[in-house]
């Protein structure tokens, strides 16, 4: 297992994420607990030390569950982190009793590493407002001793990142991003790291594989790295990847079965950095992929200028973006439930007066329509 420094700790490079347990009958709140028994005593087998699970995972049996299995080790044998859930805006009020509950479920006294989770345009607010104290609680336990490291992970857009840095980022120790080959440009990942390190802050890495969906390509694309690496999986190009970032101090991965964990190990053992051709290929079938859904914005703004209805185009056209190629998700629904009912793509009024100027030609008003009834739809 390769190992990354973090302060004076030795983390496993790889990381156990624990949103994706194995389950019984596919459901996702009945964990199979013997497998994933199993999956982590592998796991400590081979050098993993570091556990992330959360209040919401697995519809809140995932800390529960985890903190059975590991109160069978000794405590100073691994690093656990775990988020206070303020993705659900109405439990701003509770910092204090559900990180109680939170020790208590997981049948520890300290987190090694607490974050802010999901910091994103519907909960800045929140976690920035005074009268919730979430930040004070969360600082006060770190001087008593019960959280060891505090970070926040976030799917937002660089200006939330902005506002939440400027209030916290002199304390925030680590931040948890959103990285992987296809979205270091199509969701600005790369844009993203660089304003946290700009503060000094070590970089997390989650959904290194887009959940699964970068381990399987088409035909050809798959057959283009093939001739550049070909015993590699897929998965392990997505690894590669990482492995290749000055960035990575810790990359999660949420294995669902013991051979996913296996392979994901056996990638972990040896750093096998990407060459800078194998790279720009990665790049360059990122963008032959997402091009097939994605609108060729470019954020000058000349449509904002003419709208009457003062919507943000370009911001609404990279949520498109993502959605339509995800075909589906939280990220879009999660920004657009932090703005206002006239603001949202349902507001065009089809004037087309945002194409008129649009050097690159797109149909704004279609992509609205469309837009607006994929979320009804969902």
Not at 66 to 72: A, V
Not at 192 to 200: A, D, M, P, R
Request: aromatic share 12%; hydrophobic share 35%.
């Amino acid at each position: 297992m390769i190992y990354n420094k973090f302060q004076d700790l030795e983390l496993s490079a790889l990381g156990m994420g624990c949103m994706r347990l194995p389950c019984i009958g596919g459901e996702n709140n009945n964990v199979d607990v013997e497998a994933t028994e199993k999956m982590v005593a592998y796991a400590f087998e081979k050098g993993i030390n570091y556990f992330d699970t959360a209040w919401g995972y697995h519809s809140g049996m995932s800390e529960p569950t985890m903190g059975n299995i590991l109160s069978k080790y000794p405590r100073e044998s691994f690093y656990l982190a775990t988020k206070f859930p303020g993705y659900d805006v109405s439990l701003m009020s509770k910092v204090e009793e559900i990180f109680e509950k939170q020790l208590e479920r997981c049948k520890t006294d300290y987190f090694d590493f607490y974050l802010f989770h999901n910091l994103c345009e519907k909960n800045v607010d929140g976690y920035l407002d005074e009268k919730f104290g979430i930040f004070n609680y969360l600082m006060k336990q770190k001087q008593n001793g019960r959280i060891k490291h505090l970070g926040f992970s976030t799917h937002g857009s660089l200006h939330t990142m902005k506002r939440f840095l400027e209030a916290y980022g002199k304390d925030m120790e680590f931040c948890q991003l959103q990285i992987n080959w296809l979205d270091w440009d199509f969701q600005n990942a790369k844009a993203k790291v660089e304003l946290v390190q700009s503060y000094g802050i070590p970089v997390w890495i989650m959904e290194p594989v887009r959940g699964g969906s970068l381990a399987s390509l088409e035909p050809e694309y798959e057959a283009r790295l093939r001739a550049l690496r070909p015993e590699a999986t897929m998965a392990e190009w997505a690894f590669r990847f990482i492995q290749s970032l000055p960035c990575a101090t810790m990359t999660l991965s949420g294995m669902s079965n013991f051979e996913q964990l296996k392979e994901n190990i056996e990638t972990f053992e040896v750093s096998k950095p990407l060459s800078d051709n194998e790279m720009n290929t990665l790049f360059e079938i990122a963008r032959e992929m997402t091009a097939k859904t994605a609108l060729p914005c470019t954020s000058c703004r000349y449509c904002v200028d003419h709208c009457p209805q003062e919507l943000n185009i370009p911001w609404l056209i990279e949520l498109y973006n993502e959605h339509a190629y995800s075909g589906g998700g939280f990220i879009a629904p999660m920004a657009l439930d932090a703005i206002d009912s006239d603001k949202q793509p349902s507001s065009c009024i089809g004037c087309r007066s945002c194409e008129d100027v649009c050097p690159q030609g797109i149909k704004i008003s279609e992509m609205m329509s469309d837009f607006t009834a994929k979320l009804a739809g969902e």
